[in-house]
């Protein structure tokens, strides 16, 4: 193991090499909501060998570069919405259904169905009004920005992407429950095609939606509060790869300064502020 590697965070792993991101999926190591821990600090706490990871990190051959690695910032937002956005919103109810199917046929001997079943149709709860606001709101705003326009109802664009980070906490979580409660997608050997294309379809699911994240917190998000910090969005930034950005030296979206009485979040969950008008709402 190198002291570069040990260090490196990630978010940083999986965007030099993508195919990285379902190594660190098996292994249980969250690169899209945790990203910015270092390898070494993600592996001690989850009681893994660090060098046997950096090999197996490693071992992910170094593949031509991601088409949306390319992209600016708008065009970044609009390939997300296009891709995971889409995906969950045709693969997300289908996966509804076939949980209470198999739960229905299997749920006797399988109580973990119950769960399964709850904790899909929560996710789906969180997501679904998230993509709108993403949609509505803030990737709208992005178009606003690059062209310079910073007159926005929720002041900085800090704010609304805070909570939508707070927002991508919680879908982890809930991912990570659906992965401890299947024990990684394990199929029982008394499982049906049903029962078998519903664990396939959640981790592809987890795989999908991790990526999604790490688009999004690790890149897109740093590359739009990079475009607010410069000059009207005017210049190289505003047409500049998002990719670029998401080293910067600027702080990370969670760490920025959040103005008094703006977006106000309750630790641990509670009400948030609407990322409209800047109060408390949906």
Request: net charge negative.
């Amino acid at each position: 193991m190198t002291d570069t590697t040990a260090i490196q965070t990630l978010a940083d792993l999986v965007g030099e090499r993508p195919a990285r991101a379902g190594v660190l999926d098996r292994l249980g190591l969250d690169y899209c909501c945790h990203g910015q821990r270092s390898l070494a600090e993600a592996c001690t706490s989850a009681g893994l060998d660090v060098a046997a990871v950096e090999q197996a990190l490693d071992a992910v051959a170094v593949g031509e570069r991601e088409p949306w690695e390319q992209m600016s910032p708008l065009e970044l937002a609009a390939h997300i919405v296009a891709t995971h956005h889409s995906f969950l919103r045709d693969e997300m109810p289908a996966v509804i259904l076939l949980a209470d199917k198999v739960r229905s046929v299997h749920g006797d001997r399988h109580p973990e169905l119950a769960v399964v079943g709850r904790l899909v149709a929560e996710l789906w709860a969180d997501l679904e009004p998230h993509l709108d606001k993403e949609e509505h709101v803030l990737f709208p705003a992005i178009d606003h920005i690059a062209a310079g326009d910073r007159d926005m109802p929720f002041g900085t664009v800090a704010n609304p992407i805070r909570v939508m980070m707070a927002e991508h906490d919680q879908a982890g979580d809930l991912l990570a429950r659906l992965r401890e409660v299947t024990a990684g997608f394990l199929v029982p050997d008394d499982a049906c095609g049903s029962y078998r294309s519903l664990y396939d379809r959640l981790s592809a699911l987890e795989l999908d939606t991790h990526v999604h994240i790490h688009k999004e917190n690790n890149v897109l998000f740093p590359a739009v509060i990079d475009l607010e910090h410069h000059s009207g969005g005017e210049g190289p930034l505003g047409s500049a790869p998002a990719s670029e950005h998401h080293r910067s030296a600027h702080p990370s979206p969670r760490a920025a300064r959040r103005p008094a009485g703006v977006f106000v979040m309750r630790e641990g969950g509670g009400d948030v502020a609407d990322p409209v008008v800047g109060q408390p709402g949906s």
